[in-house]
């Protein structure tokens, strides 16, 4: 698959991504599934979502080829996850603060695997 294939074609992958996370295969209430994975139509509702700190273990969020799930009962640590993998656990609160998310957004959306991988984003 491409990264330039929408979101919805990625759900089973990020499912499974998700069930194989240390902290995400303990939600239990709810379990996590793909349904968990919530679209954002927009950088600024992505924004939004992840402002919050009150989400359940497992809840997700996804924008374009992007994907995030909460790591943390209640916090702000999210497995990120590009396309068919997984390359790091972010924390969003200071980018949201300091008016930078947009911009790290930006940049993990046109960094290639490699960069991503090796955190150089």
């Given at each position: 698959?491409?990264?330039?294939?929408?979101?919805?074609?990625?759900?089973?992958?990020?499912?499974?991504?998700?069930?194989?996370?240390?902290?995400?295969?303990?939600?239990?209430?709810?379990?996590?599934?793909?349904?968990?994975?919530?679209?954002?139509?927009?950088?600024?509702?992505?924004?939004?979502?992840?402002?919050?700190?009150?989400?359940?273990?497992?809840?997700?969020?996804?924008?374009?080829?992007?994907?995030?799930?909460?790591?943390?009962?209640?916090?702000?640590?999210?497995?990120?996850?590009?396309?068919?993998?997984?390359?790091?656990?972010?924390?969003f609160a200071d980018f949201i603060k300091r008016?930078?998310?947009?911009?790290?957004?930006?940049?993990?959306?046109?960094?290639?695997?490699?960069?991503?991988?090796?955190?150089?984003?």
């Amino acid at each position: 698959m491409s990264g330039q294939l929408m979101n919805e074609s990625w759900l089973d992958t990020w499912e499974k991504i998700g069930k194989q996370n240390h902290w995400i295969r303990k939600a239990y209430d709810p379990p996590f599934t793909k349904k968990m994975l919530e679209k954002c139509d927009s950088m600024e509702a992505l924004q939004e979502r992840l402002s919050r700190r009150c989400w359940c273990l497992g809840q997700g969020f996804f924008y374009q080829n992007l994907c995030f799930i909460n790591q943390m009962e209640g916090g702000d640590e999210w497995l990120t996850i590009k396309d068919d993998y997984a390359f790091e656990s972010i924390t969003f609160a200071d980018f949201i603060k300091r008016g930078v998310f947009p911009v790290l957004i930006e940049r993990l959306l046109r960094a290639s695997k490699e960069d991503c991988i090796k955190l150089k984003y």
